[in-house]
């Protein structure tokens, strides 16, 4: 998707069309913000979240107990046992009817209706994915309590399963999906001075939902009280969490205060690292501090990769330095990076941004030359800087073509070329617009037509006052 059609090269459309016939221009407006195309690139396959595997905590269909009353749920089990005495239950189902009834009950008859299950069914040999199934039921209570959990902790000891890291992390992931980041941090303090310290995908875990969630100062307050109190400490993957955080909310001094304690500590920052601090530079526009990191990076003897190019790369366009941006394709070939469908986008944009809309168009065909495939938000930018440069005939011809490989408007994209159509006096091709942006579901139907409406009303104005057409 997103290349020209081989019916539409030398047919309808050919890409020279677009290319000849440049009118005059006017000084053209400044295009509309981009978001940042490296975000959907693929990041460290190392630093994606850990998940708790099936058989630590089993997510199965479930028996359903009408009623949380532990009698009943005795006799329920009772009459299970009774007539499937030919096929004995398995641990994952018998795992599934505790589950189901410690959904409706009391910790305490949770206990209770094990042991029962355990009397009554002797082929029924529960491990620890049983009692994680409390644990997760004590650490789900509305009203928490660190002692239930330790309930659970000392009947798992009890039963001959001493509790080890792994319980710690359960805990902790199950406090954190209901929200209760607080409860986690205590019950890791409380833990770990019981010899249950996190190990670092739960250290990082919590961390990195602390992040997301809470100030920076409760994270850095967690990661000096499990320092200094039980000697864990952050590792490289910690400060990364830490940096890219504090990088997507815009405070670059404490990035560069992060990256700092990271080598005093004797951490050598990676890619990914200097590629999270490239784009923290981008969002505040510093494309000079983004070139500054591309070279440290080259100092300190890491090897960019197709992200840490992409990001240079649009750093650098996006603040009109679009021939330093260029220089880059030269450099990225040599080192055996390909540019993509990112790189050429951002170019584009940065094009655009200069008034370049035509050079950005040529840029397409080079572009499909080299075998990249151009797309949907390629061919947005496109039609985005042909209208802005008042090229409205080539934003048409260009919109054909998405329309062709059925492709979506972008809201910014949709907007600027309704209006230039409007203002041309295209107000049928405006309407034929709108119900496209609709068919393809580019947007819901009250934006696209709010984004109209306006601009009917603007053009209504315009007219009476003599100023449109």
């Known amino acids: 998707m997103g290349k020209f059609p081989p019916s539409l090269r ?34 460290n396959p190392k630093r994606k979240p850990t998940k708790i595997p099936s058989e630590i905590v089993p997510q199965m269909p479930s028996i359903p107990f009408n009623s949380s009353t532990l009698s009943e749920a005795k006799s329920l089990f009772n009459q299970l046992i009774s007539t499937q005495k030919k096929t004995p239950f398995d641990l994952k189902f018998c795992n599934s009817v505790l589950q189901s009834f410690s959904s409706t009950a009391t910790l305490q008859d949770s206990i209770f209706f094990l042991n029962h299950m355990i009397k009554t069914h002797p082929s029924f040999s529960p491990d620890s994915s049983t009692y994680n199934v409390l644990l997760v039921q004590a650490c789900k209570a509305q009203e928490f309590s660190i002692s239930s959990v330790h309930q659970v902790l000392n009947y798992m000891s009890s039963q001959g399963f001493t509790p080890n890291k792994v319980s710690t992390d359960v805990a902790v992931r199950t406090l954190c999906s209901c929200g209760r980041e607080e409860d986690a941090i205590e ?117 960019p990769d197709l992200v840490t190019y992409n990001t240079l790369i649009y750093g650098l366009s996006k603040s009109g330095r679009v021939k330093e941006a260029k220089k880059f394709l030269g450099v990225m070939a040599e080192t055996g990076h390909f540019p ?99 068919e393809s579901k580019s947007l819901t139907d009250v934006a696209a037509y709010s984004t109209l409406e306006s601009t009917l009303k603007w053009l209504k104005k315009a007219r009476e006052q003599g100023l449109a057409v």
């Open 10 to 43: 030398g047919a309808k459309l050919p890409f020279n069309t677009l290319m000849e016939k440049s009118p005059s221009q006017r000084p053209p407006q400044t295009s509309s913000e981009k978001p940042p195309y490296w975000v959907t690139s693929k990041k």
């Open 187 to 303: 019950l890791v303090k409380n833990l770990s001075g019981k010899n249950l310290i996190p190990d670092s995908y739960t250290y990082n875990f919590l961390v990195r939902q602390l992040v997301k969630n809470r100030e920076l100062s409760t994270v850095n307050s967690f990661i000096k009280e499990m320092r200094e109190g039980f000697d864990v400490k952050p590792d490289l993957v910690t400060y990364t969490i830490m940096i890219d955080n504090v990088c997507n909310r815009k405070n670059l001094r404490e990035a560069t205060r992060l990256l700092g304690i990271l080598s005093e500590e004797g951490y050598k920052p990676d890619c990914y690292v200097y590629n999270t601090l490239m784009k923290g530079h981008c969002m505040l526009n510093q494309s000079g501090e983004v070139l500054d990191v591309y070279k440290k990076m080259k100092e300190e003897g890491v090897e």
């Open 340 to 438: 993509d469908a990112v790189t050429y986008t951002s170019l584009m944009n940065g094009m655009c941004r200069e008034g370049d809309a035509l050079g950005a168009l040529a840029l397409l065909g080079e572009m499909e030359a080299k075998g990249c495939s151009p797309n949907s938000c390629t061919y947005n930018t496109l039609l985005h800087g042909l209208c802005k440069a008042r090229l409205l005939d080539k934003g048409i011809e260009l919109y054909k073509v998405m329309q062709e490989c059925d492709m979506k408007l972008e809201t910014g994209s949709y907007g600027t070329f309704v209006r230039a159509l409007c203002r041309h006096g295209r107000v049928a091709e405006a309407y034929e617009v709108f119900d496209y942006a609709v």
